[in-house]
């Protein structure tokens, strides 16, 4: 049971472009989105390395700051005073700096907050206690325990800026090893992606390509039973191409049917409603012809004898009409056995004899002692039909030469006449079927056309060839060759 397939071979081949390039698409995208994301952890580790380096150096302005006002409020020195203040501009430009970087990262929204709340505190514990040693009294410095306070709340701010450190330094080691994981499965899916898209292209191109086989072999073997003339498959399933191509092969091959039936029906009646009674009337005719021949008028005896001439052409019409039929139909069978070309001769001679009379022609007949392996019936049917052309287009009281002469391991049997002679453009179309050549007087022979093509089925059956020749003087000989049978 061949499966059923909806798709035309249209949209076969549009799925089989289609749905690999989609999945190729898809494979695409995911690919893009891999490599961007690989492209961002890179990014990222950069950027960590960044924040740590710039937060490191944040410590140290914020160390440095305390340490100037530590030491201004010990010696209370315009010197270190001055420093002091740098060092808050130079914390305050590093503060901005980090907020930028950390806004830089989409993924990182807490570090701005971070690194705000970060500087904050450091300038605002710095100010804190600017303004402590600024409020003191004592020349000779900050008290202990003011100093311990400026201390612990360095500490604080130093502490918070550890812990952003800590975190960015997280992302920093953490994102090399995301990073080689991202570029590994990039990797990763793009061997797989290319061998499933092969792999799918492969196995669309073997359904289709299989499906399609499968039908086409459905039609194949349907020709092969049309001309066994055995039944036809069953009707294709589906919609497609080849599904409404085998519907029309099967009304064709119904027409086909029905026209050999009405042809056989044809045949037959040719055959049995025709041939049998004018050969029935052909031989009444000859018995009333002898019978009465010079007891009646002489106009009487040659409308007999015109009787059954055209009852004689007419039989030799429908017997032509039923060769060519089964020469059409590969049905013309050959009896072959060992002949003698003499006798064929002989034969064919004879059966022309009446036709020589008419127009007092004689035959020349030249044959050596060869012989063939052919069917004797229809070598005589051969001879006689190129004998009839030779007297149909010779003058009156002339002189037809049939001979025979070997030729290596071939006979040629030629016949030659002093007519009109073939023309070149007919010398090959004269053995197709219904072709004729002029008289003397530009009027086509009364014929079917049909004797030659008949002529060359039979010798090319028995292996041989034929053809014409135009005489250098006048006429045509006509020729065909067989193998010769050796003893």
């Known amino acids: 049971m061949i499966a059923q397939s909806k798709l035309t071979i249209s949209q076969k081949g549009l799925v089989l472009i289609s749905v690999p390039l989609i999945f190729e698409l898809i494979f695409v995208i995911a690919l893009a989105v891999l490599l961007q994301k690989a492209d961002y952890e890179a990014w990222r580790e950069a950027h960590a390395r960044v924040l740590v380096t710039e937060s490191g150096t944040l410590m140290v302005l ?4 305390v340490q100037q006002l530590l030491s201004y409020g010990v010696f209370r020195s315009s010197t270190f005073r001055e420093k002091y203040e740098q060092s808050i501009e130079e914390i305050k430009e590093q503060g901005q700096l980090l907020k930028r970087l950390a806004a830089e990262d989409p993924n990182s929204k807490e570090s701005v907050p971070q690194v705000e709340k970060m500087l904050n505190r ?20 900050l008290t202990y325990g003011q100093g311990l306070e400026l201390q612990v709340a360095s500490n604080q701010v130093l502490q918070e800026i550890r812990n952003f450190l800590e975190i960015e330094r997280g992302v920093e080691n953490l994102d090399p090893k995301a990073e080689e994981r991202a570029r590994a499965l990039v990797i990763a899916c793009l061997g797989i992606g290319v061998l499933f898209n092969i792999a799918l292209a492969i196995a669309l191109a073997v359904f289709f390509g299989q499906q399609i086989s499968n039908r086409l072999g459905v039609l194949v073997d349907n020709t092969k039973k049309l001309a066994e003339e055995k039944p036809l498959n069953p009707l294709l399933d589906g919609s497609d191409e080849i599904a409404q191509l085998d519907q029309v092969f099967h009304k064709m091959a119904d027409a086909l049917v029905e026209a050999a039936a009405r042809r056989k029906e044809v045949m037959q009646m040719v055959s049995h409603d025709l041939r049998s009674p004018l050969s029935s009337t052909q031989a009444s005719l000859s018995f009333v012809l002898m019978t009465v021949k010079g007891k009646l008028d002489e106009a009487v005896d040659e409308e007999i004898a015109s009787a059954k001439r055209n009852t004689s052409r007419l039989i030799k019409l429908i017997n032509d009409f039923l060769d060519y039929e089964k020469m059409a139909a590969g049905k013309l069978v050959l009896t072959n056995e060992t002949a003698a070309l003499s006798e064929i001769f002989e034969r064919s001679v004879e059966a022309v004899h009446g036709l020589l009379e008419q127009k007092e022609l004689t035959v020349e007949i030249s044959a050596e002692n060869t012989k063939v392996c052919a069917d004797p019936e229809r070598l005589v049917q051969v001879v006689v039909n190129l004998l009839s052309n030779a007297i149909k287009f010779s003058p009156q009281r002339e002189t037809i030469r049939l001979s025979a002469m070997e030729q290596g391991e071939f006979v040629e049997v030629r016949v030659s006449d002093r007519g009109l002679g073939v023309p070149p453009e007919f ?11 002029e008289d003397s007087s530009g009027a086509m022979k009364g014929s079917t056309g049909l004797g030659l093509s008949i002529c060359k089925s039979i010798i090319v059956q028995h292996g041989g060839t034929i053809g014409v020749d135009r005489n250098v003087e006048a006429g045509s000989t006509f020729w065909f060759r067989l193998p010769v049978e050796r003893a």
């Open 427 to 437: 010398k090959d179309k004269i053995f197709e079927s219904f072709e004729q050549i």
């Open 122 to 141: 450091a300038l605002e514990g710095l100010g804190s206690a600017s303004d402590t040693i600024n409020l003191s009294s004592r020349p000779q410095g």
């Open 62 to 65: 914020v160390n440095g700051a």
